[in-house]
């Protein structure tokens, strides 16, 4: 029996396209979140950024969330004012920070007015100094701090962008495929970090001629390509509530108790200190994966005049990349076997043939590009599983013993490696696809669980608390593992012989201590109830 249409949110298809154009806008942010990360060894190497300097950078695209608390902010204005508004101010706000970061990496700020303020400036700053939290240090880049400023201005825009995204999903799917659409969202938008690494490196080298600030330009492209979907999402959103009658939740006045009632359920914070511990294991590693790699594996480039030099093996290889993503994705959803086994094998031999051109590209970028490859494929089954069966929670405590292995992989099994040209491609490879895995399992498990937390009126403020205790390991960890990095290898001024022992088996603790509270998390929820291992869809 077909479902009776009443209103936007009744018809699956515009259900499903409010939903892309969320993904759509998150896939563009998190293509500019990692925009630098693939050319860490350019940044070095043409603007003077040593390890600490580029973390140091990296990490502050969350210290205003952090430190001035834009995030609570963000969640108060997410349930004051809405979808909508929220959607458009983060999607402005994102744009002026890319614009700003682009400036700063460009080389007409070389030798500016600015480049003069901010090497003589911002070189101490009273308590931030004292408390160690400082965004900028004295010797630090010109060039890093500014874009620094200009990446916290972003992270205020995408941060909220997140939370904004999660409660729209809410909105249009509450009652319905829930999970499956945030897992489908997540795998759509971490897309970005596969285009990131290709992509980044493309235009930053295009013409024979390096340039990092067409990287980052590139970036700003799509970020004003993501302003215009939340535009046409804004259009979508206003209609579904003149259809309801419903108005939007700026009606419906915050109230400071109301995180007393959060911030009191030991439930909540097991699913925030997870969440930090979760997230701080892999999205600081992003920005370092690439060189990571391009210092565990022996890669030789090849000749100048090949095929694999060319840049069009850049163009070819994403569009194969496209095909193991549609096809794999589109596989959970066919009725037919005969069509859904064929669009698997379609996407598993794309992906061989993917990764067999990044071998011979010998890019360290390309390899490590295949990691939310099969998260695309696997979190539509893992969305619709939470969905009908449940086991949330169970879910969680799989994707904590999958990051531990894969850190402690990168940590001690591939350096091993190092000296066979195809054995530690291979070792990489699958490494990667498995942590991309169980990234995985967080959005198709965590974020559907909230609701089952918190009271619907505060659940934009549920969302802020949580991504404001997870910005805490994004601020803090990237500009740990740079620092350890420059504090373990002293003298090395070659970006690709680091080591990266010490940094790997950092992460890998934070997987063990999300697996000892995901555990935990079971029995309270075996104990009070939450329903965390019980199906969405009943």
């Known amino acids: 029996m077909t479902e009776q249409i009443k209103t936007l949110r009744d018809s699956a298809a515009m259900r499903w396209s409010a939903l892309l154009l969320l993904a759509l806008?998150?896939?563009?942010?998190?293509?500019?979140?990692?925009?630098?990360?693939?050319?860490?060894?350019?940044?070095?190497?043409?603007?003077?950024?040593?390890?600490?300097?580029?973390?140091?950078?990296?990490?502050?695209?969350?210290?205003?969330?952090?430190?001035?608390?834009?995030?609570?902010?963000?969640?108060?204005?997410?349930?004051?004012?809405?979808?909508?508004?929220?959607?458009?101010?983060?999607?402005?706000?994102?744009?002026?920070?890319?614009?700003?970061?682009?400036?700063?990496?460009?080389?007409?700020?070389?030798?500016?007015?600015?480049?003069?303020?901010?090497?003589?400036?911002?070189?101490?700053?009273?308590?931030?100094?004292?408390?160690?939290?400082?965004?900028?240090?004295?010797?630090?880049?010109?060039?890093?701090?500014?874009?620094?400023?200009?990446?916290?201005?972003?992270?205020?825009?995408?941060?909220?962008?997140?939370?904004?995204?999660?409660?729209?999903?809410?909105?249009?799917?509450?009652?319905?495929?829930?999970?499956?659409?945030?897992?489908?969202?997540?795998?759509?938008?971490?897309?970005?970090?596969?285009?990131?690494?290709?992509?980044?490196?493309?235009?930053?080298?295009?013409?024979?001629?390096?340039?990092?600030?067409?990287?980052?330009?590139?970036?700003?492209?799509?970020?004003?390509?993501?302003?215009?979907?939340?535009?046409?999402?804004?259009?979508?959103?206003?209609?579904?509530?003149?259809?309801?009658?419903?108005?939007?939740?700026?009606?419906?006045?915050?109230?400071?108790?109301?995180?007393?009632?959060?911030?009191?359920?030991?439930?909540?914070?097991?699913?925030?200190?997870?969440?930090?511990?979760?997230?701080?294991?892999?999205?600081?590693?992003?920005?370092?994966?690439?060189?990571?790699?391009?210092?565990?594996?022996?890669?030789?480039?090849p000749n100048a005049d090949s095929f694999w030099a060319s840049s069009s093996v850049t163009i070819v290889q994403y569009v194969i990349m496209l095909i193991v993503a549609a096809a794999g994705f589109a596989s959970n959803f066919q009725k037919k076997k005969s069509m859904q086994y064929g669009l698997l094998a379609l996407s598993v031999a794309s992906l061989g043939i993917y990764c067999y051109m990044g071998y011979m590209r010998q890019s360290a970028e390309a390899i490590f590009a295949v990691f939310p490859l099969l998260a695309v494929l696997i979190t539509p089954i893992l969305g619709s599983y939470v969905d009908h069966k449940g086991k949330a929670a169970s879910m969680l405590v799989l994707g904590s013993l999958l990051l531990i292995a894969c850190h402690l992989t990168f940590a001690f099994i591939l350096p091993l490696a190092k000296g066979s040209a195809v054995g530690g491609v291979a070792i990489a490879y699958i490494t990667i696809l498995v942590l991309g895995a169980s990234f995985s399992l967080v959005p198709a498990s965590l974020w559907p669980s909230v609701p089952k937390l918190v009271d619907a009126k505060v659940i934009g403020s549920a969302y802020a608390l949580i991504f404001w205790i997870q910005n805490i390991g994004l601020w803090l960890f990237p500009m740990l593992i740079g620092k350890i990095l420059d504090n373990t290898n002293p003298g090395i001024t070659d970006p690709t012989q680091y080591n990266y022992t010490t940094p790997l088996v950092m992460l890998a603790s934070l997987g063990v201590a999300a697996l000892l509270l995901g555990l935990l998390l079971k029995v309270l929820d075996k104990k009070k109830g939450y329903g965390l291992e019980q199906p969405n869809i009943k």
């Not at 001035?68 to 979808?83: E, P, S, Y």
């Not at 400036?121 to 010797?139: A, K, M, Q, T």
Request: proline share 3%.
């Open 25 to 301: 806008a998150m896939f563009c942010s998190y293509i500019f979140m990692d925009i630098l990360s693939p050319i860490k060894d350019l940044m070095q190497e043409y603007r003077g950024w040593d390890s600490t300097a580029f973390g140091t950078m990296q990490g502050s695209e969350v210290f205003l969330n952090v430190f001035v608390f834009f995030l609570i902010f963000a969640g108060i204005i997410l349930d004051k004012m809405g979808v909508r508004f929220t959607a458009l101010l983060s999607g402005a706000v994102m744009l002026v920070g890319a614009i700003i970061k682009w400036y700063a990496v460009s080389d007409a700020f070389i030798g500016s007015g600015l480049d003069v303020w901010f090497t003589n400036h911002l070189n101490y700053i009273p308590l931030f100094d004292e408390l160690g939290v400082s965004p900028f240090y004295e010797g630090m880049p010109a060039s890093a701090k500014f874009a620094a400023v200009g990446f916290m201005i972003f992270g205020c825009g995408v941060e909220m962008a997140g939370i904004t995204v999660s409660r729209g999903i809410v909105k249009w799917f509450k009652g319905r495929e829930m999970a499956l659409a945030m897992g489908s969202e997540m795998a759509l938008a971490r897309l970005g970090v596969a285009t990131c690494m290709i992509f980044s490196p493309f235009f930053a080298k295009l013409g024979g001629q390096v340039d990092v600030s067409r990287s980052v330009a590139f970036g700003v492209v799509l970020l004003c390509i993501a302003l215009i979907m939340t535009i046409v999402y804004f259009f979508m959103d206003k209609k579904l509530d003149s259809q309801t009658g419903e108005a939007e939740e700026k009606d419906d006045p915050f109230k400071v108790s109301d995180l007393g009632k959060i911030l009191t359920d030991s439930g909540f914070w097991l699913v925030a200190l997870l969440c930090v511990l979760y997230y701080s294991a892999i999205f600081p590693f992003q920005k370092y994966a690439v060189n990571m790699l391009q210092c565990n594996l022996s890669l030789v480039e």
